[in-house]
């Protein structure tokens, strides 16, 4: 099955604290994009980051970064210095570079504590 | 990136009739898509939108129930036939990036938020 998981369905963090959220995800196909969105109470999806399976070096972008494990099939999002602007939920997602179709995984509340 | 927007951004609907959702694109896309979010769940893809040709469907959706126009490259609809309750969710709209880039980038509506009573 080309299926996307997040055990976490919550997670909390003090504020200027790390918090990794943590992906997995199963798929047949050797050419494929991650994503990680972020979902405000306002419901808007926004693009947090993204990665590229034939790509080994980890994305990065400002304060959050990404942990791909290629042969674990694991994605994960670390966010370094949390904000309250980053409380929402986060949605893992796996790409198809044949369909762009996205499979996203269950979300994750972050809760960030002042 | 493009700006999307989606009319109406919620609505209340009796059971049985049929709602439209508008998703309108500032700039011409290839890649269209639908998405239903219902209440505290993740994103199910509902069908790819595609301009010229009839809608392609995931399983579990069909098309007499989810009817999708894509009249050309900037604009689609959606619409959600026979309503139910089990109908009530978000439905969002998204667009793969203009940006050519080497990954499928999908930028979304701000989403329509469906009740069915």
């Known amino acids: 099955a080309q299926t996307v998981t997040q055990s976490q369905p919550e997670m909390s963090v003090q504020e200027a604290e790390t918090v990794t959220l943590s992906c997995t995800y199963d798929t047949s196909e050797s050419d494929y994009y991650l994503f990680w969105y972020k979902q405000p109470p306002s419901r808007q999806m926004i693009l947090v980051i993204r990665q590229e399976a034939y790509k080994q070096q980890n994305a990065t972008e400002n304060r959050f970064s990404v942990n791909f494990q290629k042969a674990a099939k694991s994605f994960s999002l670390k966010i370094s210095d949390s904000q309250l602007g980053d409380a929402a939920m986060y949605f893992c997602a796996r790409g198809s570079s044949n369909t762009g179709k996205l499979i996203f995984g269950q979300g994750t509340t972050l809760q960030v504590k002042p | 990136s493009a700006v999307i927007s989606q009319k109406p951004s919620r609505d209340i609907c009796q059971r049985g009739t049929s709602l439209t959702i508008q998703c309108q694109v500032d700039s011409q896309v290839t890649m269209m898509f639908w998405y239903r979010q219902q209440p505290g769940q993740s994103l199910t893809l509902i069908a790819t939108a595609n301009q010229g040709s009839e809608a392609t469907y995931e399983s579990g959706f069909v098309i007499d129930k989810f009817p999708i126009s894509r009249p050309n490259l900037t604009f689609s609809t959606l619409t959600v036939s026979n309503m139910s309750p089990e109908d009530s969710s978000i439905y969002l709209c998204?667009?793969?990036?203009?940006?050519?880039?080497?990954?499928?980038?999908?930028?979304f509506g701000p989403g329509t938020r469906l009740t069915v009573l």
């Open positions: 998204s667009v793969e990036s203009l940006a050519g880039g080497p990954f499928n980038e999908q930028f």
